[in-house]
């Protein structure tokens, strides 16, 4: 089978997606011919290039010009102002923009990007937005050319504004029409959003030329009996509309040569319950969860094959069966059931079939089994990725929220689905949380190894719910063994098994980052989501990470059902506390959202959590069906912009010292949580760590690593000396061991 993986735009510019590397890696496994194309990164080069802009201007230049006397006219002379300087100054950014972008990749080897970024940096003719200008307004430092790489990241930004303002109000850096996908109820309205004006004026052409790309060409042949599989990865709400329009494109021009599927976390989560007939104009079937099973089972029928194409319709039975409901009685018809598979032995497939649904089967045990199989033991497959083409964008001088974009990423994960998987808001009840299946790490570590060596990319972005702890010591000890040649990050739960020895040894096996969920900074509120954790634990936790060199990040929560604005404050007084003590360096606060497969919304149905009340679907009716809506969730929504505010402020360093009440325009109540809280709880966990560096070492030497480096002999070799995380420490020669704990020896866990 030929198989054609496609990743529709709009998203992450820095690296590739990695549900294309791992479809990848599993087709060609199969024996399948297969490529994948990241058109994501193929938009950003048709827009974002001299060709590109000359075409924007070309079409907007006049309504630019008639947007700013609006603006003008209402008051608003600083938006007017920006509107008439980007169609001024429209030459300054031709003649900039492929010199803008050469800067942003630094891997390409373009030659001009360094040299350039002098005059970029400090010229008087070089093309200005309100982006750049706000970043140069606030540097707390002389301007060098180091700074070009925000300018240029910031000058993209600006141009991204424009566009959304006069071009396509859908358009954003990483995401596209991503608010109308989830609050829309119609799919028509959602649908006719393949044919704006980014879609229509930049991607079509993509796709144009992708069909004449000659591996494309060798896939797609219309004069075999053999259909050739397209795979849309949607992982998000901001793909959507583009996946329609990709979906569109090639079912208009390869008709029956092609069975476009559309698959990913979107799918997953909000289109696991449709019954949306017109899904059937663009694609031939969903894949739910990972894909391998329902893949495994679609190359064992008979639906690729062009001559098979009147076998999957269904029938009605006396009228009863409604698609648009899906209830009611359906049969399929005579000729599919003499096929060698059924429709319904296809592992996790919604079919689309001339309007009608035909259920995926849930009990196959086989596709189930080797579902597992294969997620244990694929590495993913990034041959077709050239990672020189992907802007390394700084849209932050917070070293933490730096590591997402200022990097390319290879992204893979130790593990698919939550080890713990108990939390109250996640989607406990679907695969990709509940489905917990670990990889063989040393597999896994060679083959992202060697994937690091052929890229040139030594960096592993771990995409993983939570990055299990003992698979984390795992790789590190492999890529000790390796000489620590991968740097890598990722998500975590924030766990006791955290130790300063344990974060010792993560960070000599290459780990810089991990970020977290803290979600409710309260003790009744971390019981409240099963969080399985209390705060003296996630302060132990940030502890050691901190002192062993690793950033961390934690994601915070607001808006609950069931949280009050005490709740609220004494929740942010916590965080406040955290940063001033040194321990986070990035956070982010996300609106809570009530979810279809959350825990919370299954203990609701079981009649907990009274206070509680989800509105009926009649009531808001939506196309993306995951995303539920309660009584009294507008409330929580004017925190929002001072939660924000006061956060990025703390990051940079600001703002420390002032009461957490104070950030809101509104009157809120003092907090109650003590000013010592976090100070008392870094002194508990500096008393255990001390207890523990002062504990005679196990007898099981497997467990005991030295990372301190050669010890040198001082003072006629009485005393030693050694260098460990930039301090010098001398102790006797004849020094009990665990003299050396927490200075280059360490203990992991038995």
């Known amino acids: 089978m030929n198989v054609l993986i496609l990743q529709p735009p709009v998203m992450q510019l820095n690296t590739a997606y990695p549900s294309g590397a791992y479809l990848s890696a599993f087709f060609k496994n199969q024996g399948c011919k297969t490529a994948w194309f990241d ?103 002389q301007l060098t050319t180091d700074d070009a790489r925000s300018l240029a990241s910031y000058a993209i930004a600006d141009l991204a504004d424009f566009i959304t303002a006069v071009f396509d109000e859908n358009f954003a850096l990483v995401r596209y029409a991503e608010s109308l996908t989830v609050s829309e109820s119609s799919f028509e309205k959602i649908a006719s959003g393949a044919d704006s004006p980014v879609l229509k004026t930049f991607y079509l052409p993509v796709l144009e030329n992708l069909i004449e790309n000659p591996r494309v060409k060798e896939l797609i042949n219309v004069d075999s009996d053999e259909k050739t599989l397209v795979c849309v990865s949607l992982p998000f709400a901001g793909t959507f509309t583009p996946a329609l329009a990709t979906g569109k494109f090639f079912k208009q021009k390869f008709g029956e040569n092609v ?79 003499r096929t060698e598979w059924t429709v319904a032995q296809i592992y996790k497939l919604r079919l689309f079939t001339a309007g009608s649904v035909i259920e995926p089967a849930e009990s196959d045990d086989d596709a189930q089994n080797f579902e597992k199989e294969q997620t244990a033991s694929i590495v993913p497959d990034f041959s077709d990725i050239d990672y020189s083409r992907y802007p390394l964008l700084i849209d932050d001088t917070n070293p933490m929220h730096r590591l997402w974009s200022d ?29 917990y299946c670990p990889t063989d790490i040393k597999k896994l570590y ?62 000599y096996g290459g780990l810089v ?35 062993a060199g690793i950033l961390v990040h934690a994601y915070m929560i607001y808006g ?95 703002g420390l010292e002032r009461p957490v009440q104070s950030w809101f325009d509104f009157d809120l109540p003092k907090p109650t949580v003590k000013k010592d809280f976090i100070a008392k709880n870094i002194e508990l966990y500096e008393q255990k760590r001390d207890e523990a560096f002062a504990a005679p070492l196990p007898e099981d030497k497997n467990r005991i690593y030295w990372l301190g480096g050669d010890k040198i002999q001082v003072k006629g070799g009485k005393k030693i ?25 360490c203990v992991l866990p038995g």
């Open 407 to 435: 990097g390319a990423w290879i992204k893979a994960y130790m593990a698919h689905g939550c080890y713990w998987h108990q939390c109250a808001f996640c989607d406990v009840t679907l695969d990709y949380v509940c489905g």
């Open 721 to 745: 000396s050694w260098i460990y995380m930039g301090e010098e420490s001398t102790e006797k020669a004849d020094a009990e061991p665990q003299k050396f704990r927490g200075r280059g020896l």
């Open 446 to 507: 060679e083959g992202l190894l060697a994937t690091c060596r052929e890229k040139k990319v030594y960096g592993i972005h771990f995409v993983d719910e939570a990055m299990p702890p003992a698979m984390m010591l795992a790789f590190a000890k492999e890529n000790i063994s390796h000489g620590s040649p991968i740097s890598w990050w990722g998500n975590i739960r924030f766990e006791k098994f955290f130790t300063r020895d344990v974060a010792d040894f993560l960070a």
């Open 259 to 337: 069975f476009v599927t559309f698959g990913g976390g979107f799918i997953n989560t909000e289109l696991r319950e449709t019954n949306e007939a017109g899904l059937f104009d663009f694609c031939d079937a969903l894949s739910y969860d990972r894909g391998y099973g329902s893949y495994w089972r679609l190359m064992e029928s008979a639906l690729l094959k062009k001559s098979h194409t009147d076998c999957f319709r269904t029938n009605n039975v006396d009228g009863h069966f409604d698609p648009s409901t899906g209830s009611g009685h359906r049969r399929l018809n005579d000729r599919i059931q």
């Open 560 to 654: 609950y059902w069931m949280q009050k604005a005490q709740d609220l404050i004494n929740s942010m007084e916590t965080l406040r506390q955290f940063y001033a003590a040194g321990l986070l360096d990035s956070s982010f606060w996300h609106k809570f959202v009530l979810t279809r497969h959350s825990r919370v919304y299954k203990e609701w149905k079981e009649g907990k959590w009274p206070d509680l009340k989800p509105l009926e679907e009649k009531e808001i009716p939506l196309f993306a069906k995951n995303g539920l809506h309660f009584k009294g969730e507008e409330k929580s929504e004017k925190f929002g912009p001072a939660l924000e505010y006061s956060l990025d402020e703390w990051m940079h360093g600001r």
């Open 513 to 547: 980052g991990v970020s977290g969920g803290l979600e409710i900074a309260t003790g009744n509120g971390l019981d409240a989501i099963h969080k399985g954790i209390d705060l003296a634990g996630v302060v132990q936790a940030c502890c050691a990470f901190k002192e």
């Open 39 to 141: 058109l994501n990164i193929s938009l950003f080069d048709a827009i974002f290039c001299r060709s590109g802009l000359e075409k924007l201007f070309s079409l907007c230049s006049k309504k630019a010009v008639d947007l700013a006397d609006s603006f003008e006219r209402a008051g608003n002379s600083e938006a007017a102002f920006n509107l008439r300087r980007y169609i001024s100054t429209k030459d300054l950014w031709l003649n900039w923009i492929d010199t803008i972008t050469a800067i942003l990749r630094p891997a390409a080897g373009q030659g001009t990007s360094y040299e350039s970024a002098h005059r970029f940096a400090f010229g008087a003719h070089v093309p200005r937005g309100a982006r750049m200008e706000r970043y140069l307004q606030g540097l707390d430092h």
